[in-house]
């Protein structure tokens, strides 16, 4: 896969390199899948990335390849392109797919050398395209850096799914919230769905409506479970959980998109919601969304100071409502005719 003088030119400066120093730790947790008819091409690089510190899995088509993954799945793979059967492109797709939205980087090599080879491998799902003969310090520096690439996305996710549990377990401590964000976040994405909204934005709002109320950690219970009329101060530090919630979420990189739709989803159309006044077009999609998903769900819940009213009566209270500037008009007309549809078709 590599040719000798590929190689011959560059392995004496890989060693005792500060590149390679700094990228030991990764390396020795790190396993590669080298995928390659020609078994010498698979020896060869099997022994410079073994001496790289890499753990190495070989596989000599396609299938074998798929195996191996679906088995042990390794943290990169290399393929070679031009293979009988099941070729390096379709073999790169299969992989991606079966990797799922996780991030799984793969490299591909060949003795093509044309700029449609390139595309045709960066548009299978390729994160990087090697033409023979290349440098093995190049080479390695890639490596080097997909992996951490794929290691501080992890790291993101591990984070990301703490936050999602802990907005879950916050709410699950209190009997008129339990459920009501995920709830929130059902009912979002159905709605980013009827108006059309890209498959990438559904998923983004799911995410929304679960951790929309996140920054209520930050207020005391006995405010938040008051029996009581809650005094004027009392009613600002609940008006600062949007901020709160988008202070805690603001270091999680994978859930940028999402801050405003937390930070304004108590926000009116009017502009006299909360926390910056905001109105009309100002307020964010997102959050005109779970605004609405919000409502009707707060709308049918029981809370201590008021009973729980049936879907009719929560539909029909914001219809009568939709004019009153606290929602986006057009929007929740929409979503009034989607709940009303999915109640006709359930019947």
């Known amino acids: 896969m590599i040719n000798n003088r590929g190689v011959g030119s560059t392995m004496g400066n890989l060693v005792g390199s500060d590149s390679y120093q700094d990228g030991l730790e990764e390396k020795n947790k790190a396993t590669i899948l080298i995928v390659d008819d020609i078994l010498s091409n698979l020896e060869l690089m099997e022994t410079i990335l073994g001496k790289e510190g890499f753990?190495?899995?070989?596989?000599?088509?396609?299938?074998?390849?798929?195996?191996?993954?679906?088995?042990?799945?390794?943290?990169?793979?290399?393929?070679?392109?031009m293979m009988p059967g099941m070729d390096g492109y379709?073999?790169?797709?299969?992989?991606?797919?079966?990797?799922?939205?996780?991030?799984f980087p793969v490299i591909m090599v060949t003795a093509l050398n044309g700029l449609e080879d390139k595309i045709r491998g960066l548009e299978a799902g390729a994160d990087d395209f090697f033409s023979k003969p290349f440098y093995a310090i190049e080479f390695m520096?890639?490596?080097?850096?997909?992996?951490?690439?794929?290691?501080?996305?992890?790291?993101?996710?591990?984070?990301?799914s703490i936050i999602l549990t802990l907005a879950i377990a916050l709410e699950a401590k209190d009997p008129?919230?339990?459920?009501?964000?995920?709830?929130?976040?059902?009912?979002?994405?159905?709605l980013a769905l009827f108006i059309g909204l890209p498959e990438k934005e559904q998923s983004l709002i799911r995410k929304a409506g679960i951790i929309h109320d996140i920054g209520k950690i930050g207020i005391g219970e006995g405010v938040l479970h008051k029996q009581g009329k809650l005094s004027e101060e009392e009613l600002q530090l609940i008006r600062q959980h949007p901020v709160i919630g988008e202070s805690i979420c603001k270091p999680l990189y994978s859930i940028r998109e999402i801050l405003p739709a937390i930070r304004h989803h108590h926000e009116r159309w009017d502009g006299r919601g909360y926390p910056d006044r905001l109105r009309g077009d100002e307020i964010p999609l997102m959050a005109r969304?779970?605004?609405?998903?919000?409502?009707?769900?707060?709308?049918?819940?029981?809370?201590?100071?008021?009973?729980?009213?049936?879907?009719?009566?929560?539909?029909?209270?914001?219809?009568?409502?939709?004019?009153?500037?606290?929602?986006?008009?057009?929007?929740?007309?929409?979503?009034?005719?989607?709940?009303?549809?999915?109640?006709?078709?359930s019947v």
């Open 55 to 81: 753990n190495v899995l070989t596989a000599l088509n396609g299938e074998d390849a798929l195996q191996i993954m679906k088995d042990s799945p390794p943290d990169l793979a290399i393929l070679d392109v």
């Open 176 to 190: 008129y919230t339990k459920g009501h964000s995920e709830r929130v976040g059902n009912l979002s994405v159905e």
């Open 141 to 160: 520096t890639k490596i080097r850096s997909l992996l951490r690439l794929k290691r501080l996305q992890e790291e993101l996710d591990h984070s990301e």
């Open 90 to 103: 379709e073999l790169c797709r299969r992989l991606k797919a079966m990797s799922g939205s996780k991030f």
């Open 289 to 345: 969304i779970l605004g609405i998903a919000d409502s009707l769900d707060a709308i049918m819940s029981e809370r201590p100071y008021r009973r729980s009213v049936s879907m009719e009566e929560a539909l029909r209270k914001m219809e009568m409502e939709r004019f009153s500037g606290q929602w986006d008009s057009w929007l929740v007309e929409r979503f009034i005719e989607m709940m009303k549809k999915e109640r006709r078709s």
